[in-house]
């Protein structure tokens, strides 16, 4: 069975870190593409970060860009976001996703392109 499962979410102050994974089962992770969205309350599915295959490139939201980083460990089958100097506006449930068919050396932020997601995991950041 393919499954994602997300874990390292939890309640931060502004100001803090967290380290989000994304662990695979199932499948090999090296051949896919990983995206890492969040949706807040009330609002749309965002795109966070992302991950492609060989040669590893990585695309970043607006605001996360400076703060968030992606990265891989295919021995591990495991995907992780590195989330520093967070602020309330961080806050939401954040899902990995993994696209089984992508272009080499790219990613997109695009949600509807991966096909498996997890169940997410919450982060809340607040004082």
């Known amino acids: 069975q393919l499954q994602l499962v997300e874990s390292g979410g939890g309640w931060v102050q502004p100001g803090g870190s967290l380290r989000l994974s994304c662990a695979a089962s199932?499948?090999?992770?090296?051949?896919?593409?990983i995206g890492w969205f969040r949706q807040a309350p009330g609002k749309e599915r965002e795109g966070v970060s992302c991950i492609s295959t060989r040669p590893p490139t990585t695309n970043y939201g607006k605001s996360m860009k400076d703060r968030f980083t992606i990265s891989r460990d295919n021995a591990r089958n495991t995907a992780y976001l590195q989330m520093n100097s967070l602020k309330p506006e961080d806050t939401g449930v954040y899902y990995c996703a993994a696209d089984r068919n992508p272009y080499p050396g790219i990613c997109t932020l695009t949600a509807g392109r991966y096909e498996f997601w997890g169940q997410g995991t919450q982060v809340t950041v607040s004082s």
């Open positions: 199932g499948f090999s992770l090296d051949t896919y593409a």
